[in-house]
């Protein structure tokens, strides 16, 4: 798999990045750690995670997910092969301290990452969004002292609104700290406002990487969902039903179904095939929760679609008319 520079830095991740936010929630450690060698094996070096996954489950608690990944890499000696990517922000616990973004949670967190990770250093420390009681500076101050003890290489922020995240790039360059060098927003074919709209005109001026999240709309863009019928049985669902049961969005996957079907591919492969044809784009995160989709997903960056195909795409799922017609 190709390894693209990320961002203004010199360190390469795969065109693909692996997301965890499942294991330890919709799959266990065994099928976890598979996921992980397999992702390995087909040349993803890019995994992403974050402190509070997989609080919000009963079954499960936060930090539950770093511990997965904090085994299989002591059980692999994977550690040195990865790039590894975690966050923090949320509620660890009911401490109102044990949250946010202030130094003393940046130091509280980055321990609790460090050991449930097994690991001595994370290669981005991302806020997972932004913390409107704690000052920019502070926060920034707080992860430039993990950058100089050499803990933490780069950061990054997701889910932080456009004119945040420049804010923070300025007040990093006259403070003379490192700026966050990524964002982490959702995008997919059904969900592309918030990049197109917010984000591109920043990124390419700053040179900041896009790593989106939900590339296939936490499984809307993949077959399982179809207009008029009944919802598929899995967790996602609720949610994929909120926030994409619309004509336009069925239309926009109907067309995704056609172009697949022209190619002999599956659909999931066509919408990421899509997002990976955005020069904007450094390196979208997918999710799996078995072998077969992991598989089925990665082999998306051999799909190369016709302009023309391109363009429907980008046609069925415009937004600037939608917005338009609201202003
Ligand atoms: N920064 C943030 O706030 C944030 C938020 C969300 C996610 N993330 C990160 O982004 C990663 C990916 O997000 P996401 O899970 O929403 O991504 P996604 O790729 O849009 O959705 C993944 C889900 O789609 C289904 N799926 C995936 N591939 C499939 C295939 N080939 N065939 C059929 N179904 C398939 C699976 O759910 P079912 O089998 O249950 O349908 C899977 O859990 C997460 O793991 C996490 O690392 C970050």
């Given at each position: 798999?190709?390894?693209v520079?990320?961002?203004?830095?010199?360190m390469?991740?795969?065109?693909?990045t692996?997301g965890?936010?499942q294991?330890?929630?919709?799959?266990?450690?065994e099928?976890s750690?598979k996921i992980?060698d397999r992702?390995?094996?087909l040349?993803?070096n890019?995994?992403d995670?974050a402190?509070?996954?997989?609080?919000w489950?009963e079954?499960?608690?936060?930090?539950?997910t770093?511990?997965?990944?904090?085994?299989w890499?002591a059980?692999?000696?994977?550690?040195?092969d990865?790039?590894?990517a975690?966050?923090l922000r949320?509620?660890?616990s009911?401490?109102i301290?044990?949250?946010?973004?202030?130094?003393r949670?940046?130091?509280?967190?980055?321990?609790?990452?460090?050991?449930?990770?097994?690991t001595?250093?994370?290669?981005?420390?991302q806020?997972?969004s932004?913390?409107?009681?704690?000052?920019?500076?502070?926060?920034?101050?707080?992860?430039n002292?993990?950058?100089?003890?050499?803990?933490?290489?780069?950061?990054?922020a997701?889910n932080i609104?456009?004119w945040?995240?420049v804010?923070?790039?300025?007040?990093?360059q006259?403070?003379?700290y490192q700026?966050f060098?990524s964002?982490?927003?959702p995008y997919?074919?059904?969900?592309?406002?918030?990049?197109?709209?917010?984000?591109i005109?920043?990124?390419k001026?700053y040179n900041?990487a896009?790593?989106?999240y939900?590339?296939?709309?936490g499984?809307f863009?993949t077959?399982?969902?179809k207009?008029?019928t009944?919802m598929p049985?899995?967790p996602?669902?609720?949610?994929?039903?909120?926030?994409?049961?619309?004509?336009?969005?069925?239309d926009i996957l109907?067309?995704?179904?056609?172009?697949?079907k022209?190619h002999?591919?599956?659909?999931?492969?066509v919408?990421?095939?899509?997002?990976?044809?955005k020069?904007y784009?450094?390196?979208?995160?997918?999710g799996?929760?078995?072998i077969?989709q992991?598989e089925e997903?990665?082999a998306a960056?051999?799909l190369?679609?016709e302009k023309?195909?391109l363009?429907q795409?980008d046609d069925?799922s415009?937004w600037?008319?939608?917005y338009?017609?609201m202003?």
């Amino acid at each position: 798999m190709k390894k693209v520079k990320f961002g203004n830095t010199g360190m390469k991740v795969s065109e693909v990045t692996l997301g965890t936010m499942q294991m330890g929630w919709r799959i266990d450690e065994e099928q976890s750690f598979k996921i992980m060698d397999r992702a390995l094996e087909l040349g993803i070096n890019f995994f992403d995670t974050a402190d509070i996954y997989t609080r919000w489950s009963e079954l499960s608690y936060a930090g539950k997910t770093e511990e997965i990944i904090g085994r299989w890499m002591a059980d692999r000696g994977t550690r040195d092969d990865l790039i590894l990517a975690t966050k923090l922000r949320g509620p660890m616990s009911e401490d109102i301290n044990n949250r946010g973004l202030s130094r003393r949670h940046i130091n509280q967190a980055i321990n609790g990452s460090l050991s449930r990770l097994q690991t001595s250093w994370i290669d981005l420390y991302q806020i997972h969004s932004s913390d409107d009681d704690t000052p920019i500076e502070e926060t920034l101050h707080g992860m430039n002292l993990l950058i100089d003890d050499g803990i933490v290489n780069y950061i990054g922020a997701s889910n932080i609104l456009p004119w945040k995240f420049v804010e923070s790039l300025w007040k990093a360059q006259e403070l003379g700290y490192q700026r966050f060098e990524s964002i982490q927003p959702p995008y997919n074919l059904a969900r592309r406002m918030i990049i197109e709209l917010r984000y591109i005109d920043i990124v390419k001026k700053y040179n900041i990487a896009i790593i989106p999240y939900s590339p296939l709309g936490g499984g809307f863009l993949t077959g399982k969902y179809k207009r008029g019928t009944d919802m598929p049985d899995t967790p996602r669902s609720k949610g994929v039903e909120m926030r994409y049961y619309s004509d336009k969005k069925f239309d926009i996957l109907e067309k995704v179904e056609e172009i697949a079907k022209h190619h002999d591919a599956k659909i999931s492969q066509v919408a990421l095939a899509w997002m990976l044809s955005k020069d904007y784009i450094t390196s979208p995160i997918i999710g799996a929760n078995s072998i077969e989709q992991l598989e089925e997903n990665v082999a998306a960056v051999e799909l190369k679609l016709e302009k023309d195909e391109l363009d429907q795409l980008d046609d069925i799922s415009d937004w600037i008319s939608d917005y338009e017609a609201m202003r």
